[in-house]
């Protein structure tokens, strides 16, 4: 084949050397518009993940980068005037001038041709070649011309940074935080060669705007760098290398996403490589990796359907389906990795401690979980774990091993948890005419002896027209109310659980049939007449809902007061008030099922007005020394809709109105969402809400092992996870959690000893097994 690759960096280069390898009779052609041995920038980042894949491509490529490398395990935290450090991270750094001129060598070397200082406009420039390698970078000018091909999704993020160098010498990644009047600035920091290290300095657009760097050149922005982080230097000035660029060199990052990656164009098949076909923000350092991999992946297709220009297509579509899922994968981690310092001033710099501050820079990305920084760094995390389990008043184990985070305690008003796991509430549709029965009771009960700290029911209905279904549970009379004493008493007498009761009312979504025969589905019969902020319908033949009056919400009102004092007598811990899903109280607050041009509809405010007077009503009534949670969506995944910001609004609004926890769900407002789900999925909106709103936050959403839950708790994100399918298929799966990670402090019921000794010896005996067969 001929081969062309437009663009001189990592992909290209690594590519052409990989082909030319694999069959020295391709022709491939590199043409770079710079000259042979110039390059921008400073030093790149590898892991070992990548070395080892690069070692098993090109051994010699391989080993002369690693000649060069610089390798280090620690990551040092400055912060608030500490320093802090752990090790076991496993990083090189190279820098890139030297890496592009060892991959430029071995191309010659193995008769890859060199084209330099050629300016390449476009791909038809090169009508004779079978394969054309766009590599040419994030300003591709090959994508851009095929726009409409490629579907470029560029988004350009709000924070602004500089890349610089320094002559320092650091001995581990270090990450500077430096607080002005202004705001906070950070600095990423890592050695690449014998004297030479890395100096990214970040911070908002907000802060850069305020200090005037909009209006500094070059040289006054580094002056006022080398000042700001004057301790962390020690004397040492900072380097640009970008003269090249007018102004003052500080850059917004711009994330790219592409929609395909490949194209005919007549004559030759044309496909993205690397920068031009997707970028990964430098706060977890694998735009080069992608870059590598990108090359390693193709060179592997072409292996597997043969190196023929006949099989292109097929090795084309093949190549982007294996490398989509890998770097999307990246791409969500360097997301969360950037985000987490694009609101690190707002939401965490100004009021953790450095202990948990270091804790959540390192689980940032959420690729870095709890039971990983174990491996990494034992002595560090186990110290950690001391430090917060001492400020959340838990006392020591007995064979002094540190308690794991979501096995602290946690107290909200007179309430006291005995861990940080609840069971969520959860619709069984399992009840007649309102009433709990005996499915209800081994239901709970088992799930209370299982271990969590704290169960609820599902969502209780107020009213019989606030029902979901017609096998919803209720509390609208009394022989409800005495029905749940039993539930009650059970968990109280025969367990260590506390029980807490979530109110609601269905809205629109009611006189629906139970899951199994239809979810959302309207009954064909006994069903009953829907209310709701406005006369909406959920589904498109669904019940349309009437607007309701005046008069029905003070009724309504009512019917929550009457159920929140029942649920007092009957002797429930907490209270929940439903806000969430798109029921009644949830289609007040979101703008897409509120149309109201009352006093209720509108602004932020008159959104929440009638939740926040529900809310006032059943605080009003229910015991001082006993919390009340709210529920909210935090995000209704459809345009127009609330926003995790509009959340954090309506947050605050329940926190000053006495809240004592926000419960972080989202969604399932309306059914056109468009929800992107995946492991922890929906910790960020706690995260975001507890954080900046400074209030305590319940995190929910596909958290289903120990190792989640301790990185959500440990790392400040929520105080309290709900955890809802892990315990339906598993009633005791907080006690086989803590048996998994060998904490030896979870109660077991004492009927249940024998069954524990075992089920610690099995995984005892399974955990050495699995160590001999390594």
């Known amino acids: 084949m001929k081969i062309v690759c437009i663009g001189g960096g990592p992909a290209g280069l690594y590519f052409a050397l990989?082909?030319?390898?694999?069959?020295?009779?391709?022709?491939?052609?590199?043409?770079?518009?710079?000259?042979?041995y110039d390059t921008f920038g400073w030093g790149v980042v590898f892991s070992d993940a990548t070395m080892q894949s690069m070692r098993k491509w090109d051994p010699e490529t391989a080993a002369t980068i690693e000649d060069a490398f610089n390798h280090w395990d620690d990551i040092e935290l400055v912060f608030k005037g500490r320093k802090i450090r752990t090790t076991g991270h496993g990083f090189v750094g190279i820098g890139r001038k030297k890496m592009l001129n060892i991959l430029q060598d071995r191309c010659v070397e193995l008769g890859v041709e060199l084209v330099f200082e050629r300016e390449v406009t476009g791909d038809e420039e090169f009508p004779d070649a079978d394969l054309i390698i766009s590599s040419d970078g994030v300003n591709s000018r090959v994508r851009n011309k095929y726009a409409d091909i490629f579907q470029p999704d560029m988004v350009v993020r709000p924070n602004r940074f500089i890349w610089l160098g320094t002559t320092k010498a650091f001995d581990a990644f270090t990450f500077d935080f430096q607080r002005t009047e202004h705001g906070w600035f950070q600095a990423h920091i890592y050695r690449f060669d014998d004297n030479t290290s890395t100096f990214i300095v970040e911070t908002t657009d907000e802060v850069f705007q305020a200090h005037g760097l909009d209006k500094m050149d070059q040289d006054q922005s580094i002056a006022f760098c080398e000042k700001l982080f004057a301790e962390t230097l020690d004397g040492h000035s900072l380097m640009t290398n970008a003269?090249?660029?007018?102004?003052s060199a500080w850059l917004n990052f711009g994330r790219l996403i592409c929609g395909k990656w490949s194209h005919f164009n007549g004559n030759s098949h044309v496909v993205l490589m690397g920068d031009s076909a997707h970028t990964a923000h430098f706060a977890i350092g694998s735009g080069t990796k992608l870059a590598i991999d990108d090359a390693i992946e193709l060179t592997n297709q072409f292996n597997i359907a043969g190196h023929d220009a006949r099989n292109i297509p097929a090795v084309l579509e093949a190549y982007e389906e294996v490398r989509r899922v890998d770097v999307a994968r990246i791409q969500n981690a360097a997301r969360n990795a950037m985000e987490w310092f694009e609101v690190v001033g707002t939401r965490y710099a100004d009021t953790l401690e450095p202990e948990q501050f270091m804790y959540s820079m390192l689980t940032r990305s959420q690729r870095i979980s709890h039971e990983n920084l174990r491996l990494r760094d034992k002595d560090w995390l186990e110290g950690y774990e001391r430090w917060f389990?001492?400020?959340a008043g838990a006392p020591a184990?007995?064979?002094?091993?540190?308690?794991?985070p979501m096995f602290t305690p946690y107290r909200a008003r007179g309430l006291t948890l005995a861990n940080r796991v609840i069971v969520s509430p959860m619709a069984m549709y399992s009840a007649k005419d309102g009433m709990p029965n005996d499915f209800h009771l081994v239901h709970l009960g088992s799930r209370a002896m299982g271990g969590a700290s704290l169960v609820f029911p599902e969502m209780i209905c107020v009213s019989p027209d606030a029902r979901i279904t017609p096998g919803c549970l209720g509390l609208w009379n009394e022989e409800q109310k005495e029905g749940y004493r039993r539930l009650v008493d059970f968990v109280h007498n025969d367990t260590p659980a506390k029980i807490g009761i979530q109110l609601g009312h269905a809205g629109r979504k009611g006189a629906t049939k139970v899951a199994w025969e239809g979810t959302d589905q309207p009954v064909e019969q006994g069903g009953w007449p829907l209310i709701s902020a406005s006369a909406i319908p959920y589904l498109p033949h669904s019940d349309v809902p009437r607007a309701a009056t005046k008069e029905d919400l003070e009724r309504i009102k009512a019917d929550f007061v009457q159920a929140a004092k029942w649920a007092d007598e009957v002797g429930f811990d907490i209270l929940e008030l439903?806000?969430?899903?798109?029921y009644l109280l949830s289609a007040f607050l979101s703008p897409l099922t509120n149309h109201r041009d009352d006093e209720y509809g509108g602004d932020h405010a008159a959104r929440a007005r009638y939740p926040l007077e529900v809310f006032h009503a059943i605080r009003a009534v229910w015991p001082e020394d006993k919390p009340i949670s709210v529920r909210l969506s935090t995000n209704d995944w459809y345009e127009g809709g609330n926003t995790p910001e509009d959340a954090a609004i309506f947050a605050a609004m329940f926190k000053e109105a006495g809240a004592d926890l926000i419960d972080c769900s989202s969604g399932q407002v309306v059914k056109q969402e468009k929800q992107v789900f995946g492991r922890m999925w929906q910790t960020p909106f706690s995260d975001k809400i507890r954080n900046e709103v400074q209030v305590p936050t319940i995190a929910v959403g596909a958290i289903s092992e120990a190792d989640h839950a301790n990185s959500v708790i440990a790392a400040g994100r929520a105080d309290l996870c709900a955890i809802a399918r892990p315990h339906l298929a598993d009633p005791s799966f907080v006690m086989h959690e803590a048996a998994k990670v060998g904490y030896s402090g979870q109660v077991w019921p004492k009927q249940y000893y024998a069954s524990r000794q075992q089920y610690e010896a099995n995984l005892a005996r399974a955990a050495a097994e699995a160590a001999g067969r390594k």
């Open 18 to 36: 990989l082909m030319k390898k694999q069959n020295p009779e391709h022709h491939v052609t590199v043409v770079e518009r710079n000259r042979p």
């Open 578 to 582: 439903h806000c969430a899903h798109g």
């Open 389 to 391: 389990a001492e400020r």
């Open 397 to 404: 184990q007995p064979n002094g091993k540190p308690i794991p």
């Open 243 to 247: 003269r090249h660029m007018r102004g």
